[in-house]
């Protein structure tokens, strides 16, 4: 088990337990390989059939997994040694982008091999993210637990902003194969250090049957009105917000002509914009739960910037709406999730986050599919308007509800 201060002198800094800071070594490494393996998917997925549903097809298959499998692999971790999950999920980790590489070395990667290596990814990210979330607060104590969550994002957000640049960049000068080879290297380390980690465990014989375990889970999801209230909000302002960031190829090469590296361009803006939030969160900690408030009211900057991507006058205005998407998305994921993880026991952290999960990949994964369905009917900037519109509705109607229902 790994060495943790006394309870009394427990640092709220996650960053000062030493088996933290090896994972998230490995996961700083493990996120920029994500995102190079991303961004190189959403660019085959428009390079290899120019068609704005085949690139929403491929963001929907890639996070859609999450949101079927990820509740049972959560419940499935909460039974197991959160160690052993982290290491056998790394492995699976590496092999998508070996596969990737191999793919394009051989020739062999069309729109069909394709579309099942993104489902592979997400099924692999299906078991990834809840344990994830269940393995990073059993490295430290209670008092740390926002700043874990808060860290998470930070790297995601840094991840965000560097790596779809350095993807973009790559797949315009060099192509795509070298840039496969880039997530391959990014991911080892994750996998090298999964092994030396020794976090808290639990009573694993006290589980019930696997689907009784599941559905405990949804049941406190139900029955903890904060918790439940938090997914349904980050449903109806998140979803939105983040699905336009999966169909970046759309405005970038669908409605500007920028190509992949325009598509790393607007990709690193939403990251830039994210990486501010989340800093600023990270200084600020779990103060920011307290202002419901300044959460709405970025909210709506994110609808703004929503519809600044799309109604934008040149592509060098998309990139300001781009970052503000960023933040918002962030921001208001970032504080509605350390509500949640501090109000959890580390027996139900698997099963409650993977929920979480479902919620927002399947609103993400939903809203990214049915904006690019639309985009051919009705045009991307008509479409996406219409969403806002009905998003904005479903999030007023969760701010009038009292918070302590």
Known sequence: MTTIPD?????????????????????VCGTNGGWISRILMSWLAWDLTHSPTFVGVIAAT???????????????????????????????????PVVIAALLAAGWLTAVPLFFVALSFGIVMSAYHPVRQSLGPRLVERPAIGSVVALAALNFNIGRLLAPALGGAMIAAFGTFPTSLIGVVLALPNALIAPTLRPREGDHESHGALLADLAEGFRVVWERWAIRRSILLAV???????GISEILALVADGMFG???????????????????????QVVAGNRLLRYRPLRFA??????????????????????????????????????????????????????????WMLANTASTSALAFGLSGLTVWIGLPAATTASVIVAS?????????????
């Open 7 to 27: 309870p009394q002198e427990a640092s709220e800094r996650a960053l000062a337990y030493p088996e933290f800071r090896r994972f998230y070594v490995g996961a």
């Open 62 to 96: 890639s996070m859609l997994p999450i949101a079927i499998f990820g509740p049972f692999f959560g419940a499935l971790i909460d039974r197991m040694s959160a160690r052993i999950a982290f290491q056998r999920v790394t492995l699976a980790l590496l092999a998508v």
């Open 236 to 242: 109806a302002a998140l979803g939105l917000i983040r």
């Open 258 to 280: 920028r190509g992949a590296t325009g598509l790393g361009l607007l990709t690193s803006a939403v990251g830039g914009g994210a990486l501010v939030a989340a800093i600023f």
């Open 298 to 355: 970025v909210i709506w900057a994110g609808f703004v910037g929503t519809l600044g991507l799309v109604h934008a006058p040149s592509f060098e205005w998309t990139l300001p709406a781009a970052s503000l998407v960023g933040f918002a998305s962030t921001f208001v994921g970032v504080s509605l999730q350390i509500g949640v993880q501090s109000r959890l026991e580390d027996e139900l952290r698997g099963r409650v986050m993977s929920i």
């Open 393 to 405: 509705v479903a999030v007023i109607a969760l701010w009038v509800i009292p918070t302590d229902r």
